[in-house]
């Protein structure tokens, strides 16, 4: 002992009004989802006003992901410095606002650019909030993650509505863009004063620009791979395996991306208290059965009758992966906005890779050998779900509770 040691971190602030700050992060979620259907609504008037054709807006729309994974480590060194309450407010500002550059683009190059800043913004914005609900989730001792990304997707979906409305009046998406960006930021400043302000302890090392996400959280990301894997897949190829391979219409396969977003939103809503009750692992092997099972009807469905219910079944299994893998990973060591951006960087792979691996194996067998790897990966859910035991800190059996919030967390909040 030399007596130069640093000071311990300050217990966590007690949240004094919990259902305030859960219901904080909430609507930050929603806000973040609401972007997201903004956006994925106007892709087409984007195609038709650049005249792109499938290949080059594939390639634009590659960009949203590199820019996430690119900005994803940065995360954390916006909340040391500036505290988790500011660097959400500032960062969901910065999402919010990025969702007018696409439509302002006046060619393919920048498209890439502004695309590439949409996806940078949404990558660090996703890490910081996945960070502040994990640590409200281990104040509050009870299981909220499944829920908070349910608010997600609820808000995806209604924003998606208004999208699908102003393209069938045919509005500009340049002013319904810029409209809605605005609005969405009006709304995510006073939602964010409800947040914990999570500093880090004086002396506490600023995290690196950039670094190599820890081995405990690649493993739990490959957890959420599969998840997302099927997911993406799901929602891309659906419409086309409904039409092409059980022949249904036109008008039932159109509708099989909005029914299966329903079923992913109703399922993370509703997942909190399965976690609650079941514990992370049980809840993850049921879900990954479920996954299979569904996985296994689409494969062998020659009717919409079979594959409808295989599609949401689907959806169902893998709806709470994804909130568990962050979950765990935000308990890892020292550092948890470092593990939840290396899981974010997997799983968003993920879903950038599986339509495309999707579509090059149907090309070379078909569409129902594509979904045998779909429900390989589900059932692959089974095996890995132990890797997310981390998560069930907070399932049912916790040591922290509600009533109890001033405990300490016994971690470093220096990058939370």
């Not at 810029?178 to 964010?192: K, R, S």
Request: proline share 6%; charged share 10%; glycine share 10%.
């Amino acid at each position: 002992m030399n007596g130069t040691t640093a000071p311990p971190p300050p217990p966590p602030e007690p949240l004094s009004a919990p259902r305030r700050a859960r219901a904080s992060i909430a609507l930050v979620f929603c806000v973040h989802g609401a972007v997201s259907g903004s956006f994925v609504t106007r892709i087409p008037w984007l195609q038709d006003r650049l005249d792109l054709s499938t290949g080059q807006l594939g390639l634009a729309l590659v960009m949203p992901a590199i820019g996430s994974s690119l900005a994803m480590p940065l995360a954390g060194r916006f909340v040391h410095r500036y505290g988790g309450r500011a660097a959400v407010r500032g960062l969901i500002s910065l999402w919010c606002l990025a969702l007018a550059l696409p439509a302002l683009a006046p060619s393919l190059p920048v498209l890439c650019a502004a695309l590439l800043v949409y996806g940078a913004a949404a990558g660090m914005a996703d890490v910081a909030m996945n960070a502040q609900g994990v640590e409200i989730e281990e104040r509050l001792g009870r299981s909220i993650m499944s829920g908070l990304h349910g608010m997600w997707s609820a808000g995806g979906l209604l924003a998606s509505a208004f999208g699908i409305l102003a393209a069938h009046l045919d509005l500009d998406a340049r002013l319904q863009l810029a409209v809605t960006a605005l609005v969405l930021l009006a709304l995510a400043q006073p939602v964010c004063r409800g947040l914990p302000d999570i500093r880090a302890h004086e002396g506490a090392e600023e995290p690196p620009r950039f670094a190599l996400p820890p081995r405990s959280s690649l493993v739990i990301g490959l957890v959420g791979f599969c998840a997302v894997f099927a997911e993406g897949a799901s929602m891309d190829w659906s419409g086309v395996y409904l039409r092409d391979v059980t022949g249904a219409s036109a008008t039932v396969a159109a509708a099989s991306y909005t029914a299966f977003s329903l079923t992913m939103a109703v399922s993370r809503l509703a997942g909190d208290a399965a976690i609650r009750r079941l514990g992370a692992v049980r809840t993850t092997r049921i879900g990954g059965a479920v996954a299979t099972v569904g996985g296994l009807l689409v494969v062998a469905a020659d009717s919409p009758a079979l594959a409808i219910p295989g599609f949401a079944l689907i959806g169902i299994g893998i709806a709470v992966i994804v909130p568990l893998a962050f979950a765990a990973a935000g308990r890892i060591g020292s550092n948890p906005s470092q593990a939840i951006a290396g899981v974010a960087t997997v799983t968003y792979t993920s879903g950038l890779i599986a339509p495309a691996v999707i579509g090059a194996l149907a090309q070379a067998t078909s569409l129902t050998v594509s979904f045998g790897l779909v429900t390989a990966l589900a059932c692959a859910l089974l095996l890995s779900a132990g890797a997310l035991r981390l998560a069930e800190r907070n399932s049912g059996s916790e040591n922290v509770t509600a009533s109890s919030p001033e405990k300490p967390s016994g971690k470093d909040l220096s990058t939370i």
